[in-house]
């Protein structure tokens, strides 16, 4: 018996799980994504962070200064949600908003030194975190897994830009 088919077992040793759940692709990608949720989730946490906190310091860290609105789109976080980020974010002094030259209206984020420093912290709980969580795979297996999910990801986000141009194209309905 493997460690999966063990660990679906209660202690007098019968099945939980139907065998047909467990086989399901959106099944097993539900539950590891909720166990993979809540071990980032603690993890970070221990360490005074949140997963919101990283992506923001990561965009910055890679693409440079931008304003909320560039910050949401990079980071994928909620436009009516960055603001308290970035609250939390410039009270610890992680970042730094200064007055947009082209635009007084709108603020540029820029990442502080104290937030690249974080931001290595933040990396080194991180690999530890996702060791935890890849534990049973190898670095092959690793690369493959997120080779397939990066590839899925893309399929799919391909496939709703393409449904939201031809919404547009089409225009309003009845028209």
């Known amino acids: 018996m493997s460690r999966a088919e063990a660990a679906d077992r209660p202690d007098d040793g019968s099945p939980r799980t139907p065998g047909?759940?467990?086989?399901?692709?959106?099944?097993?990608?539900?539950?590891?994504?909720a166990r993979s949720d809540r071990l980032i989730n603690e993890g970070l946490?221990?360490?005074?962070?949140?997963?919101?906190?990283?992506?923001?310091?990561?965009?910055?860290?890679?693409?440079?200064?931008?304003?909320?609105?560039?910050?949401?789109?990079?980071?994928?976080?909620?436009?009516?949600?960055?603001?308290?980020?970035?609250?939390?974010?410039?009270?610890?002094?992680?970042?730094?908003?200064?007055?947009?030259?082209?635009?007084?209206?709108?603020n540029t984020i820029t990442i502080s030194a104290r937030g690249r420093r974080r931001l290595r912290r933040l990396d080194e709980v991180l690999d530890d975190l996702h060791d935890e969580l890849l534990a049973?795979?190898?670095?092959?297996?690793?690369?493959?897994?997120v080779q397939l999910l990066t590839r899925l990801l893309d399929h799919h986000a391909q496939q709703a830009q393409q449904a939201q141009q031809a919404a547009q194209t089409a225009g309003p309905p009845g028209s």
């Open 20 to 33: 047909r759940l467990r086989r399901r692709t959106s099944r097993l990608l539900s539950q590891l994504s």
């Open 45 to 106: 946490a221990q360490v005074d962070a949140r997963k919101w906190h990283y992506a923001v310091l990561a965009a910055l860290q890679e693409y440079g200064p931008g304003s909320q609105a560039e910050l949401s789109r990079r980071s994928g976080i909620y436009r009516s949600d960055m603001v308290g980020v970035l609250d939390e974010l410039a009270g610890r002094g992680l970042v730094e908003r200064a007055p947009d030259p082209d635009d007084r209206r709108r």
């Open 136 to 145: 049973p795979l190898s670095p092959v297996e690793r690369d493959q897994l």
